[in-house]
Nanobody
Framework: QVHLVESGGGLVQAGGSLRLSCAAS????????MGWFRQAPGKQRELVAS???????YYGISVKGRGTISRDNAKNTVFLQMNNLKPEDTAVYYC?????????WGQGTQVTVSS
């Protein structure tokens, strides 16, 4: 079992920045993928960014060029730095871990961008 704890959400003005963190604990395989998804009201959950333990990174088109995902593998923690935030970035952001073919989700953290 893997437990995820997210932090860093909140209210930010358009053009601002924020950094989300997700710490994973439990039985995490040495080969894993950690990432972030988001879901806005009335919309489907979408991939924001993901990063494997060996550094392969993928960004969703909505944040490409504005987001940076990084990891501290020793601490099983993943970070998402987002810059130049827009009102359309408002959503609940979920941490996701893929470990041993099992997907684990965090509880979500609200990000609200005011115009």
């Amino acid at each position: 079992q893997v437990h995820l704890v997210e932090s860093g959400g909140g209210l930010v003005q358009a053009g601002g920045s924020l950094r989300l963190s997700c710490a994973a604990s439990g039985s995490i395989s040495s080969s894993n993928t950690m990432g972030w998804f988001r879901q806005a009201p009335g919309k489907q959950r979408e991939l924001v960014a993901s990063r494997t333990n060996d550094g392969f990174t993928y960004y969703g088109i909505s944040v490409k060029g504005r987001g940076t995902i990084s990891r501290d593998n020793a601490k099983n923690t993943v970070f998402l730095q987002m810059n130049n935030l827009k009102p359309e970035d408002t959503a609940v952001y979920y941490c996701r871990v893929l470990s041993s073919s099992t997907v684990y989700w965090g509880q979500g953290t609200q990000v609200t961008v005011s115009s």
